[in-house]
């Protein structure tokens, strides 16, 4: 019975070990590795391959071989590189293969994300050979019995890989342009707005979008605020993003980027795009506060919009400007960034002005879309709480005078 219980604890622990690297390994967003991790001590003249997996904040990064941190292998016929990505294309998979490599080819190999990536993984690589085998270069040369020398051999295959050379980089074709048909789009609530991308040259790629440099998808619908509402729907074959019911939410910076295959390497393009939206505007209508002036008051403004709106107060029928300090030093007021597109303004007031019924307060937001402002009314229910003794009504009609307020207050702004 005991050892039943052992091993059943023991099964826990494995799973739960399981479950636990699962989840690292879903929140390890940025690394860089090569497998095998010890790198190579192999013979020569064989095939052999390094893999190289990179992930850069959640999305796959461009990589690039080195050899002793200053050779580029890339476009080097002695090598390959092929290059794919996991389901999600969240990792990008280098794959490095030695055709036929020389000990001269032995040191410390290097995989290198490239652009804003910033990571490299090095292993060391060896190959050897037994005096007992054949050299593959050997036999190449002795094979060729038109040749009256070495150095005439190696003359004319100096001369052949030149010829090869220049015209490998006469007929190269151009690179391909990718190019946004609108850099700057500015959204309205409700509608629909569409991005698009064109791509010059000819080649056959993979369109990617993403937002504020997070990944969103390369095909369908995606819900980017987790509303579990479609914000997005990309197609891939007119390369577009559209930006279903729009609201200042769904502004940002954009970014298409189009991988393809060159040179049997790939390569990767971006573009951005800069959508732009007018300022949106939360906060109460009325706020009923107690009159007790142990307890500061907190009236709450978030301005939505991008560029990212700026937020100010100002109180009264003249609008009077608030500020921090204001009011015999009782106004402070504390402004958070919640996201690209969100700024909060909170403002604190540690003891309202004398006797009062009601106060209406002004918070406007502003960028360079467009200007909106709101009213907040405080209202004083008139009661006095005292620790140790019952509430004292200081007004009784208070609440006939707040409903009466109220009431003018929707009648004025309906009239506009």
Request: charged share 15%.
């Amino acid at each position: 019975m005991r050892f039943s219980s052992y091993a059943s604890l023991f099964i826990f622990l494995q799973v739960l070990f399981q479950r636990f690297s699962d989840i690292t390994a879903i929140f390890r967003h940025t690394y860089v590795e090569i497998i095998p991790t010890e790198g190579l001590s192999v013979p020569a003249y064989q095939r052999h391959i390094l893999t190289c997996k990179a992930s850069y904040l959640g999305e796959a990064p461009d990589v690039e071989w080195f050899r002793d941190n200053n050779i580029n292998l890339e476009g080097d016929p002695r090598f390959g590189i092929e290059v794919s990505f996991n389901q999600y294309e969240t990792v990008v998979i280098s794959r490095l293969t030695f055709y036929n490599p020389l000990p001269m080819d032995s040191g410390m190999y290097q995989c290198s994300m490239v652009s804003s990536a910033v990571g490299t993984a090095e292993v060391p690589v060896k190959f050897w050979t037994d005096n007992s085998a054949s050299d593959p270069s050997t036999a190449i040369l002795n094979a060729d019995s038109n040749c009256e020398s070495e150095g005439a051999c190696k003359g004319d295959e100096e001369k052949m890989s030149f010829s090869l050379f220049t015209k490998s980089r006469r007929t190269a074709k151009p690179a391909p342009v990718l190019t946004p048909v609108a850099t700057h789009i500015t959204v309205t609530s409700g509608n629909q707005h569409t991005l698009q991308c064109q791509v010059q040259g000819g080649f056959e790629g993979r369109l990617l979008w993403l937002k504020d440099n997070h990944y969103i998808g390369a095909e369908g619908s995606f819900d980017i605020d987790g509303d579990r509402i479609p914000d997005v729907r990309i197609t891939p074959q007119s390369r577009t993003l559209s930006i279903i019911n729009a609201k200042a939410t769904d502004a940002g910076v954009y970014t298409c980027r189009f991988r393809y295959n060159y040179g049997n390497q790939w390569k990767s393009l971006a573009s951005t795009i800069y959508v732009t939206a007018g300022v949106e505007l939360s906060s109460d209508s009325y706020i009923l506060w107690q009159g007790n002036q142990a307890t500061p008051l907190n009236v709450k403004c978030t301005g939505t919009g991008y560029p990212l709106p700026s937020v100010s107060w100002s109180f009264g029928e003249t609008k009077k400007g608030l500020r921090t300090g204001s009011w015999s030093g009782d106004i402070s007021i504390y402004d958070y960034q919640i996201s690209a597109v969100h700024m909060q303004s909170t403002m604190t007031i540690a003891r309202m002005p004398g006797f009062f019924n009601i106060t209406k307060f002004y918070c406007k937001g502003e960028n360079s879309i467009s200007v909106k402002s709101n009213t907040i009314m405080v209202v004083n229910v008139g009661t006095t709480l005292i620790p140790g003794a019952a509430p004292r009504v200081s007004h009784p009609n208070i609440l006939l005078l707040v409903a009466v307020t109220i009431a003018s207050e929707l009648v004025r702004r309906n009239a506009r």
